[in-house]
């Protein structure tokens, strides 16, 4: 299984980023998606979470309102559309794949590298 993650970058707080997560390496149809994020000298944090065949969705409270996780079950993507951003919101951002749909980071069994996303202030 291979995770790609993109799309962070610098924003001001308010704006907008999406993030794109591409898969590949097996059929994901069974599998729970999901976004995590980790702060400098914090420890890795859930954000939202897919069941890519029946679309349930997960999200932390801190980001409810603000995120949406989808899939593009042709394109094997993964996306997160991050509106009002704040600057606490500022992580490195890692998409994961599991067989559970679970707002636990460590209960996802793949991961990709990670997208940094800095909002200033």
């Known amino acids: 299984v291979q995770l790609q993650a993109s799309g962070g970058g610098l924003v001001q707080a308010g704006g907008s980023l999406r993030l794109s997560c591409a898969a590949s390496?097996?059929?994901?149809?069974?599998?729970?998606m999901a976004w995590c994020r980790q702060a400098p000298g914090k420890g890795r944090e859930f954000v939202a979470a897919?069941?890519?065949?029946?679309?349930?969705?997960r999200y932390a409270d801190s980001v409810k309102g603000r995120f949406t996780i989808s899939t593009d079950n042709a394109k094997n993507q993964m996306y997160l559309q991050m509106n009002s951003l704040k600057p606490e919101d500022t992580a490195d951002y890692y998409c994961?794949?599991?067989?559970?749909?679970?707002?636990?980071?460590?209960?996802?069994?793949?991961w990709g590298q990670g997208t940094l996303v800095t909002v200033s202030s």
């Open positions: 897919i069941a890519w065949s029946r679309g349930d969705t």
């Open positions: 390496g097996r059929t994901f149809s069974r599998y729970a």
């Open positions: 994961a794949a599991g067989r559970i749909l679970t707002s636990v980071p460590t209960h996802y069994d793949y």
